[in-house]
Nanobody, 121 residues
Framework: QVQLVESGGGLVQAGGSLRLSCAAS????????MGWYRQAPGKQRELVAA???????NYADSVKGRFTIFRDNAKNTVYLQMNSLKPEDTAVYYC???????????????WGQGTQVTVSS
């Protein structure tokens, strides 16, 4: 069984920074793309940033230049460094990963439980 566990959310003032972490654990053979999504109250879940196994990244226009996604493949962990935070970044942030399990070698998509990020003005 594979799990994604996020950490690092919290309350921060506008202009501040936070770093989110997401660690994958369990019967893992390999991890392909990993990403961060967010969902604000009353809004749809949206992609914030994603990174491939090779390190290629893409970002939502709203976070370009402020957020950085990176991963540590040895630790099966993906990070989201968030700088210059704005009140509109307030949301629940979810980790997502395309993971191949070591039991059946079938790729599946997994979600973390979410971590709250609140940016005060």
């Amino acid at each position: 069984q594979v799990q994604l566990v996020e950490s690092g959310g919290g309350l921060v003032q506008a202009g501040g920074s936070l770093r989110l972490s997401c660690a994958a654990s369990g019967s893992i053979f390999s991890i392909n793309a990993m990403g961060w999504y967010r969902q604000a109250p009353g809004k749809q879940r949206e992609l914030v940033a994603a990174v491939t196994s090779g390190g290629s990244t893409n970002y939502a226009d709203s976070v370009k230049g402020r957020f950085t996604i990176f991963r540590d493949n040895a630790k099966n962990t993906v990070y989201l460094q968030m700088n210059s935070l704005k009140p509109e970044d307030t949301a629940v942030y979810y980790c997502n990963g395309d993971i191949v399990g070591s039991r059946n070698f079938v790729p599946r998509n997994y979600w973390g439980q979410g971590t709250q990020v609140t940016v005060s003005s």
